[in-house]
């Protein structure tokens, strides 16, 4: 079965702590890994799209990298803004036909910096 | 700022109304979708179009239906509700094409009383 699960659920971090966000990944075919940022009351903000493994892509403080069973979302040296629920999606192939694909979102990270 | 707009923000309605959910994206994108999400969970997918077209409907109750009037815009018309369907109610767009991500309005709230 498809499945995505995101580790740690919560994590609380000193500002200017740098720390790693877990996504771990078991699905038929990947056709792509995306990494949205969520604020309270607002919809999922796109961050990174990664293809295949050994890919990396980087954005201000994240870097996000993939392998063949995870991705990490490394942030470094976080500021209070960067609180937020930090989602992970994955297109799973469904089929030959790219309407058979599945969307699956992990649980989430939420993410707390202290000032 | 979004580029995909929902319309409205919050609605509050009775298990009795019918009432719609708007969404609108002018980013030239051929697939729209609808996902509803609870607080603290991933948002799960509901409906997608793909060019004009229902595509996927994943088992969604017939209280719930979407309709896609052109490729900018986005409905969810909302009939005789549970207040288990409260939730933030998140319309999404992508270009259609393969491994392209989707891009998420801020939601609408909905309350059902």
């Known amino acids: 079965e498809d499945q995505v699960t995101q580790s740690p659920e919560a994590l609380r971090l000193q500002e200017g702590e740098s720390s790693s966000l877990n996504c771990s990944y078991t699905?038929?075919?990947?056709?792509?890994l995306f990494w949205y940022r969520q604020d309270p009351g607002k919809g999922p903000e796109f961050l990174f799209t990664l293809y295949s493994a050994g890919e990396e892509k980087e954005k201000e403080r994240l870097k996000a990298t993939l392998t063949k069973k995870e991705s990490f979302l490394h942030i470094t040296a976080p500021k209070p803004e960067d609180s937020a629920t930090y989602l992970c999606?994955?297109?799973?192939?469904?089929?030959?036909?790219?309407?058979?694909?599945?969307?699956?979102f992990g649980k989430g990270t939420r993410l707390h910096i202290l000032p | 700022d979004t580029e995909v707009t929902q319309t409205p923000k919050h609605l509050v309605m009775g298990m009795t109304n019918k009432k719609s959910l708007k969404c609108e994206q002018h980013m030239g994108h051929r697939a729209m979708y609808w996902y509803k999400q609870k607080a603290k969970k991933p948002p799960e997918l509901m409906f997608v179009y793909s060019y004009e077209k229902l595509s996927i409907n994943e088992s969604v109750p017939s209280r719930f239906s979407p309709e896609c009037p052109n490729s900018s815009l986005l409905n969810l018309h909302l009939h005789a509700l549970q207040p288990e369907d409260s939730a933030l109610y998140l319309c999404a767009s992508s270009t259609g094409l393969l491994n392209q991500p989707q891009h998420f309005g801020d939601g609408t709230r909905l309350s059902i009383l």
């Open positions: 699905v038929s075919g990947l056709r792509g």
């Open positions: 999606a994955v297109q799973a192939a469904g089929g030959r036909m790219n309407r058979d694909d599945k969307i699956i």
